[in-house]
């Protein structure tokens, strides 16, 4: 669940990823997709943007970073990260599709921002493991 403070008031931290996300929905809409819920929480972790892209259904990792000094956006999305985005999608499509249904195909892409708004969509960033 995402921190706010007692008075309600967001951090200017969490304002920033809050446009970031919005600009990721935005990018994702005018190019087609729809959105189709976001910010999905489970114990597993948190699904920042899920939306349909064709008959694909793509979980969306946005990522905001001020510089590449670590790596940029992109690879902060690290081998634990990629384990909880797994388990919580696993969760979503059982909690939304359940026993029987047909799964529609998947990915997981990522989103990377800036304080100017998108800079890089990469689809299909990682598989499902194991």
């Given at each position: 669940?995402?921190?706010?403070?007692?008075?309600?008031?967001?951090?200017?931290?969490?304002?920033?990823?809050?446009?970031?996300?919005?600009?990721?929905?935005?990018?994702?809409a005018?190019?087609?997709?729809?959105?189709?819920?976001?910010?999905?929480?489970?114990?597993?972790?948190?699904?920042?943007v899920?939306?349909?892209?064709?008959?694909?259904?793509?979980?969306?990792?946005?990522?905001?970073?001020?510089?590449?000094?670590?790596?940029?956006?992109?690879a902060?999305?690290?081998?634990?990260?990629?384990?909880?985005?797994?388990r919580?999608?696993?969760?979503?499509?059982?909690?939304?599709?359940?026993a029987g249904?047909?799964l529609?195909?998947c990915?997981?892409d990522?989103?990377?921002?800036?304080?100017?708004?998108?800079?890089?969509?990469?689809?299909?960033?990682?598989?499902?493991?194991?």
């Open positions: 669940m995402k921190a706010v403070r007692a008075s309600g008031v967001r951090t200017p931290k969490q304002r920033a990823g809050d446009a970031a996300e919005q600009a990721a929905c935005a990018h994702l005018a190019h087609g997709c729809r959105i189709v819920a976001r910010n999905v929480r489970y114990r597993e972790g948190e699904l920042d899920i939306a349909l892209d064709g008959g694909v259904l793509a979980f969306v990792e946005v990522r905001l970073r001020s510089g590449t000094r670590f790596g940029g956006a992109g902060s999305v690290d081998a634990f990260k990629r384990k909880r985005l797994v919580a999608a696993q969760h979503y499509l059982v909690e939304r599709y359940g249904k047909k529609p195909p990915r997981f990522v989103i990377t921002a800036d304080a100017n708004g998108v800079t890089e969509w990469i689809r299909d960033a990682f598989a499902a493991e194991g």
